[in-house]
Each structure stands twice: as structure tokens, then as C-alpha cells.
């Protein structure tokens, strides 16, 4: 099928729809909110960094407010204002996150500043949206909500960084609690779980050619994911082509967690 196909067929399920896409600076927020945005929905991109120039030119309208995502009050305020201005919020997607190679090491060395500063961003981010989205999507009748985990969630690591994996194992666990408890009111819960993604957070190895070589290798696909990868996984999670699935995790990995 080809991509404008695609394209043509999530029109048609997200059309009238309207998105809060949170951590949508830059990487796999920015990329979600782009592929919403060429669907014609209307999409509110949040982030603690400035507003990124790449944002798709429609055909939705998109809308960029700036802050911090794991203050409680910005966030509650983010969106009744959102909601306010899109007429009601039926998507939320979470990809908040830092990984921080230099500082996020073993929780027997590590800084355990360090160990709650992650958390913050990266676990208690992503309850705020849900506690505050939540009213807007009961009021428009169900919706969807999608969060970005990891597969590092699923397995140790002999050089680990385990304030990542611990809050991305705690955003799985969310999920399903939320899938749950939304249920009722037709909102549905699920998270994706990428593998090696070619996005600025893995710098340390996207820009080294040997490096990206090796791990391109190991990966059965044979190649590394895009963000457009986890944005497209992202869409069919949001989409009515999804409506039977909630409290479940999607892995894009190109086959990584299938090898021995």
C-alpha cells in the first residue's frame, strides 16, 4: 500500500480530532506531531525547549506553548488550554524523556539527584498529562493516549543507565493501570517500546559511522528506526484501526528483543 494510501486512510479516522503531543520538540514528539499534522488534525505541541523550525506546515493547525512538563502547574493550565483552544482534546501522547549518559549510571555509583531529576521527567511528566488530559477526553467522549517507554524497560544492562529504564519500566506499568481505570469512559491506554532510535537523545552513536555500523548490524532489519518509525506505530495506536487494543505495549525495535 503506498503512503498516501496510508495517509488518505488515517485522514479519515482522525478527521475533526484534536492532539496534545507532549516532549514535541524535537526526535519522536516532534516527528508524532508532524504525521498528526499531515493528517489535518489540529495538534498542541509542548516542550521545555524553544519551539523547533520544523514543525509541519499543516494542513492542521499547530500550536507550540514552551515549559516545563513535570511542574504541575503548567501542565494543568497547558491543558485547559489546549482544550480551550482546539475545542477538546481526544489524543495525548507522551515522549517526554532525557537520557543522560554522563550522569545515568549504576543506582550503586550514581548521583541519586540524578536518579529523581530523571524521574521527574521522565515518569512523573507523563502523570500529569494523564491526570489533566483526562476530564478533556471524558468530555469529548473516549480518546486515546499513547507513551513512549523503552525496551530497556525489559532487560538489565551490564553498563546501565537505571534511572531510564526503571521510570520506562514504570511508564508500562501506568499504562495498563490507566488502560484499566479509563476504560469506562472509551480511553484507551498503550505504550511503544522502540529500540535503537537515530534521534539526538543517541547522539553518541547516530553521529559515529562506526558505531552505527555495528549496531545496524545486530539489529535483524539490518538497520536502525527513525523516529518516523515510532511516530507511524504512534498513529496506529491513536487510530480507530486500534479501537479493540488497550493496556498493551508495542514493540519497534526491528526485531532486536527477538534475538537469542
Not at 89 to 110: A, K, Q
Request: charged share 20%.
Amino acid at each position: 500500500m503506498s503512503s498516501s494510501k496510508t495517509e488518505c486512510q488515517f485522514a479519515v479516522r482522525f478527521k475533526g480530532k484534536s492532539a496534545l503531543v507532549c516532549g514535541a520538540g524535537g526526535g519522536i514528539g516532534l516527528a508524532t506531531a508532524n504525521q498528526l499534522l499531515a493528517t489535518g488534525i489540529d495538534v498542541a505541541l509542548a516542550d521545555i525547549k524553544d519551539q523547533p523550525a520544523d514543525i509541519a506546515n499543516g494542513p492542521g493547525q499547530a500550536t507550540y506553548y514552551q515549559g516545563d512538563l513535570s511542574d504541575e502547574a503548567f501542565v494543568s493550565q497547558l491543558a485547559a488550554d489546549v482544550a480551550a483552544a482546539q475545542g477538546g482534546i481526544d489524543y495525548l501522547v507522551n515522549t517526554t524523556g532525557v537520557l543522560w549518559f554522563d550522569r545515568d549510571r549504576s543506582v550503586l555509583e550514581m548521583d541519586m539527584d540524578t536518579w529523581d531529576q530523571v524521574f521527574q521527567i521522565n515518569l512523573k511528566s507523563f502523570a500529569l498529562s494523564v491526570r489533566h488530559v483526562a476530564a478533556h477526553m471524558r468530555a469529548r467522549g473516549g480518546g486515546a493516549m499513547v507513551h513512549i517507554a523503552s525496551i530497556d524497560a525489559l532487560r538489565g544492562d551490564g553498563k546501565p543507565q537505571d534511572a531510564y529504564g526503571a521510570a520506562k519500566a514504570g511508564v508500562i506499568r501506568l499504562s495498563k493501570s490507566l488502560a484499566i481505570q479509563l476504560a469506562p469512559d472509551a480511553i484507551r491506554s498503550n505504550t511503544i517500546l522502540p529500540g535503537p532510535v537515530r534521534s539526538p537523545m543517541q547522539a553518541r552513536w547516530a553521529d559515529d559511522p562506526e558505531a552505527l555500523a555495528a549496531l545496524s548490524a545486530h539489529i535483524p532489519l539490518g538497520r536502525v528506526g527513525s523516529t518516523e518509525d515510532i511516530a507511524g506505530a504512534c498513529l496506529f495506536l491513536l487510530s480507530d484501526a486500534a479501537a479493540f487494543i488497550t493496556g498493551t505495549e508495542l514493540i519497534v525495535d526491528g526485531g532486536c528483543t527477538a534475538r537469542p
